[in-house]
């Protein structure tokens, strides 16, 4: 059955709907679980914890949620996960008032979100066209991400704002809220069946591993797909240095407080927000990675300039004016950079390999993040976070510059047919 431009339209709302209501309910936990451990440990990797359980739950997922996704219903899958997920926050809201380590309660909570969201995001990603027509793949991903990044604008302030009015538990419960009207609204939604355009063998259906290993042979099948998962490890790692030392250096080395660490976050969230909306009505890319690896550029020298700043003698004011620009540009170039990658998978892999390429992707991109985040934590506790970020910097080009070298010699980039983004 085809989906028409009036079904998905609907369905873009309801999509849309759904994911700032789970943006800003998981960004306001995220956010206040992260000031409270640094609170209490004044440890750099306070902000990081969630950065390591959940690349190591999804590794140890990647297989059977990619093979799941692909043979079970995904509105059913959707419901299910988000579901246990509720059920979790209910059971920590009942028990933390009782335990005596409210913080291991606490990452076993992560740890049980890090499973859901592994199902309910592999799902999703694989059921783009169950949704939407064609002609609506690029709308929908910039709108979804225009609506998170609006959201994310606020989050921030509006963690701060909680963590100190209701405390860490106080955000739980508006979690719960927020997460049983994503699940109404997933309930909702409709989900059409789509052709099958691959098949599979017999005995390769009775097979856990080689019913997965389709999807890792149609990665290493597409050049463009290699490129993305070997440039996405490099640069998740490198980009760590931001997610984990930038708080600290902001509340912990220059103690410019919660307040300036929130309105710097927000920065992050209003560049997104902006680049998706830029993105919506600006054409489309024709070669996707050669555009990628040239903002990649941009980003490098944006962490440079970072370091730089924090080497600088800037006081409070001016340094807090500099970040909040710094953020706001950061935000833009990712934006530009996230978007059309999404779309570049929606458009070419085929929906019934979705989940398995998908969690295959998403996961060797994780990959690097627990490993950037310990080796970054390291970094700010012993060096200074300016010259921490202007080493990385210099990384991110270096290693941007050797690639685009390569593929211009190779000449890949220039021959490959883009689909559009």
Not at 52 to 69: E, F, Q, R, W
Not at 91 to 98: G, I, W
Not at 143 to 163: C, F, H, K, M, R
Request: charged share 10%; aromatic share 8%.
């Amino acid at each position: 059955m085809e989906i028409t431009n009036r079904q998905s339209v609907i369905q873009i709302f309801q999509a849309a709907s759904s994911d700032i209501l789970s943006t800003l309910g998981g960004d306001t936990f995220s956010f206040a679980l992260g000031l409270m451990l640094l609170h209490r440990t004044h440890s750099a990797i306070s902000f990081g914890l969630g950065a390591i359980i959940y690349p190591i739950i999804g590794l140890l997922l990647v297989v059977p949620v990619g093979n799941l996704v692909d043979t079970h219903h995904h509105k059913k899958l959707i419901l299910t996960s988000k579901g246990v997920g509720i059920l979790a926050l209910v059971v920590y809201a009942f028990l933390v008032p009782y335990v005596r380590f409210p913080m291991a309660l606490a990452v076993g909570l992560l740890v049980v979100q890090a499973c859901c969201d592994k199902v309910t995001n592999t799902t999703y990603t694989a059921s783009i066209h169950e949704l939407v027509n064609d002609k609506h793949v690029k709308t929908l991903a910039t709108i979804e991400q225009a609506a998170t990044a609006g959201i994310q604008l606020l989050s921030p302030v509006l963690a701060a704002a909680l963590y100190a009015w209701l405390g860490f538990e106080g955000t739980v419960r508006v979690m719960i809220g927020t997460e049983t009207l994503v699940w109404l609204i997933s309930a909702s939604m409709h989900f059409y069946p789509v052709p099958v355009t691959v098949e599979e063998a017999p005995e390769v259906t009775s097979n856990q591993w080689q019913k997965f290993r389709l999807g890792l042979v149609y990665i290493k099948d597409h050049l463009a797909l290699r490129a993305l998962v070997v440039m996405g490890v490099v640069l998740n790692f490198l980009f760590s240095a931001v997610d984990v030392g930038l708080p600290y250096a902001v509340v912990q080395e220059r103690h410019m407080g919660n307040a300036s660490l929130s309105l710097i976050m927000s920065s992050f969230a209003a560049g997104l927000l902006v680049g998706n909306l830029l993105l919506s009505v600006l054409p489309s890319f024709k070669r996707v990675l050669l555009v990628i690896l040239r903002l990649c550029l941009a980003l490098g020298a944006g962490i440079g300039i970072l370091g730089v700043a924090f080497l600088s003698t800037l006081g409070g004011q001016q340094l807090l004016i500099g970040l909040l620009v710094w953020g706001f540009t950061i935000g833009t170039v990712l934006a530009f950079i996230n978007t059309p990658l999404s779309v570049y998978l929606q458009m070419t892999v085929p929906t019934e390999l979705l989940g398995r390429v998908g969690s295959t992707f998403t996961t060797l991109l994780q990959l690097a993040v627990p490993l950037g985040t310990l080796v970054y934590g390291i970094c700010f506790q012993h060096l200074t976070a300016g010259w921490v970020y202007l080493l990385t910097g210099i990384g991110v080009l270096l290693y941007t510059s050797c690639q685009l070298v390569v593929d211009r010699r190779n000449g890949s980039l220039r021959s490959q047919n883009s689909p559009e983004s």
